[in-house]
């Protein structure tokens, strides 16, 4: 069995046992990602395609059913066309930077070429397409700031229980 078979058989049941600080460790150990910073939660249970491509900061939480595409198919439209005559033309790859303190919602997806700014919140749902500054809250598809994680924090500890 690969080594990458292992690892996803090991985040598998890491799910099954909802142990997703676990799972964040068991990829930072790997070596898989360019960078994974300390601590965190990563809740799906797959590894993108080119995990080299992705660097994720400290204190990074990744909720359930988020992608990150560090790649696309482009190409196919040309080289699996019987009538495209041109050279070969490769996969387009691209980088994506998660810095720290990021919360990235459930289903949300990331597109190559992205950095994702600190103390960021991607709302579930949300198509990255460009960067995301610092302290914003950004949601949508495409994404676009829709507020601030500063002021959401002031929001949060003025409600009284």
Request: hydrophobic share 40%; net charge positive; proline share 4%.
């Amino acid at each position: 069995m690969s080594s990458r078979k292992k690892l996803l058989l090991k985040l598998y049941i890491l799910t099954i046992l909802g142990k997703n600080a676990k799972k964040a460790d068991l990829l930072r150990n790997s070596k898989m990602f360019k960078n994974y910073g300390k601590g965190g939660y990563w809740h799906p249970s797959w590894i993108p395609s080119y995990p080299n491509l992705i660097s994720i900061g400290n204190n990074v939480s990744v909720a359930a059913d988020v992608r990150f595409y560090e790649h696309d198919l482009v190409r196919r439209m040309w080289i699996c066309n019987e009538n495209y005559q041109g050279p070969n033309i490769e996969y387009y790859t691209g980088e994506i930077t998660v810095k720290d303190n990021v919360v990235i919602g459930a289903r949300a997806i990331i597109l190559y070429n992205v950095t994702l700014g600190h103390d960021s919140l991607i709302a579930a749902g949300s198509v990255v397409t460009k960067d995301v500054p610092d302290y914003a809250i950004v949601g949508g598809n495409p994404a676009r700031v829709i507020g601030d994680t500063r002021e959401l924090y002031k929001k949060r500890v003025s409600i009284k229980k």
